[in-house]
């Protein structure tokens, strides 16, 4: 019994062995042809920068990707549009470069050195995402997005101030914008780093968060308190100057002026001040309007030498040499000095500002001044007899009051001095007496 168990423990040792052998065999010839064999040609799969590769291998997968990227760089560019126009920048422009040659060494990395270890990989082709390397010149990609802020820029509308039968109205003001070049810059930047393609537009429309809104000085809510018309001034437009000055209050039809501030004619207001033929009776406007305010006060003025045709007596501003007009707002609030035309031709200057303004009325006293008389002999005239030889003028004095609350101030007193009359009296004596 004990030897006929000891014939079947040697028999099952042989078998085992004859039968692991074979497993060896059957696994060790395999792997090694299989050691002994080149992978297969790896496929790519991609999907990048607006191109997909499917199935391709890597020497196509590389010819495709290097054409698709030459062509946006030659042909693409940064689009920026604006009220209808458009300006190209091409790629080349700021030396733009794309290197895919990253892209193909991280799926050679990928590759399985022999078959065997491509078939235990589980994998025949590589499939994943992938960002190009972009190169560009910075500083010329600045210069171009800095000469854009002009080509974008709109100017802000003020509100404006109209006059209309007797009351101010206010019209709306418009929003302006620029294009902020920082965030520009971080844009395209982003873009071309991480989704390159042929165009990359810049609009108001399509990226509106790159515009910074620019408000006017002055809104239609900023403007809704002045209510109150406080003095009027009009007259004929002299011909010859109603375009200019329609063209100048197209511009700028009002002046806002803040409680403590003052305001020079000349240097405030010089779309008016320049003019000509008209700037004379428009400074002298403005300066009659602004008399009968005890709280606007006038620090400088130069009157003329003599009265001005069309111009009321007392109210003239020379505006020669260092002529000029200066008053101060010394009121809590802001004024407004408003300028217009009319369709009767016609200047209007109004003072207009919040409710609280204290203005009283102007008055004036003239006396005229009789010239004095130069008598002259002249041998060539009869004996006491006379003639004119200059007629002289009369000369005027204008005292200017203001009354308020009752009370009459005189501000000052212009003099336009007289001009002397001349007469020559015959002496007799001929001149040939006097040779004599």
């Known amino acids: ?66 054409r698709h990227f030459r062509e946006i760089i030659e042909k693409g560019g940064l689009i920026f549009e604006s009220d209808g126009k458009q300006e190209k920048i091409p790629y080349t422009g700021f030396e733009l470069q794309i290197d895919i040659q990253g892209l193909f060494e991280q799926v050679e990395k990928g590759r399985f050195g022999n078959r065997y270890f491509q078939m235990i990989g589980k994998t025949d082709g590589y499939t994943g995402g992938y960002i190009p390397e972009v190169y560009y010149n910075e500083a010329k990609l600045k210069s171009i997005v800095m000469e854009m802020e002009d080509f974008f820029y709109q100017q802000p509308v003020n ?93 700028t039809d009002y002046y806002i002026i803040g409680s403590g501030r003052t305001i020079s004619f000349k240097e405030d207001m010089p779309i008016f001040a320049g003019l000509k033929d008209l700037n004379t009776i428009l400074a002298s406007a403005l300066y009659k309007a602004i008399l009968p305010f005890e709280d606007i006060k006038v620090t400088w003025r130069k009157p003329s030498a003599q009265p001005i045709s069309g111009i009321e007596a007392g109210f003239e501003v020379s505006l ?15 004024i407004a000095i408003v300028f217009q035309v009319n369709e009767n031709n016609e200047w209007i200057i109004a003072v207009a500002g919040k409710p609280g303004l204290k203005a009283g009325e102007i008055k004036t006293e003239k006396t005229r001044i009789t010239p004095p008389v130069i008598y002259s002999q002249d041998n060539t005239l009869p004996e006491k007899e006379q003639k004119v030889v200059e007629p002289g003028k009369d000369g005027l004095s204008v005292k200017v009051y203001r009354v308020l609350n009752g009370d009459s101030v005189m501000l000052y007193e212009d003099v336009y ?20």
Not at 188 to 202: G, L, N, Q, R, V
Request: charged share 25%; with cysteine; proline share 4%.
């Open 159 to 251: 509100a404006g101030i109209t006059l209309s039968d007797g009351s101010l109205s206010v019209y709306e003001h418009q929003n302006g914008f620029k294009l902020d070049a920082s965030k520009t810059l971080e844009y395209i930047k982003e873009k071309i780093t991480t989704d390159t393609s042929k165009e990359i537009i810049i609009s108001k429309d399509t990226t509106p968060g790159l515009f910074n809104v620019i408000e006017p000085e002055y809104t239609a809510d900023e403007l809704a308190g002045f209510t109150q018309i406080y003095a009027v001034e009009r007259g004929k437009l002299p011909e010859g100057t109603a375009e200019n000055f329609k063209e100048a209050a197209s511009h």
């Open 320 to 334: 020669e040499d260092e002529g000029d007009l200066k008053f101060l707002n010394d009121s809590a609030d802001e």
């Open 1 to 66: 019994m004990g030897l006929v168990l000891v014939l079947k423990s040697k028999n099952f040792r042989f078998w085992f062995c004859i039968f692991a052998v074979q497993i060896i065999v059957a696994c060790m010839v395999p792997t090694a042809v299989l050691l002994s064999l080149p992978p297969s040609e790896m496929q790519v799969y991609l999907d990048i920068a607006g191109i997909s590769v499917s199935g391709a291998d890597i020497s196509e997968a590389k010819d495709i990707l290097e």
């Open 417 to 436: 001095p007289p001009v002397e009359r001349v007469i020559s009296i015959g002496s007799g004596v001929k001149k040939a007496d006097i040779i004599k």
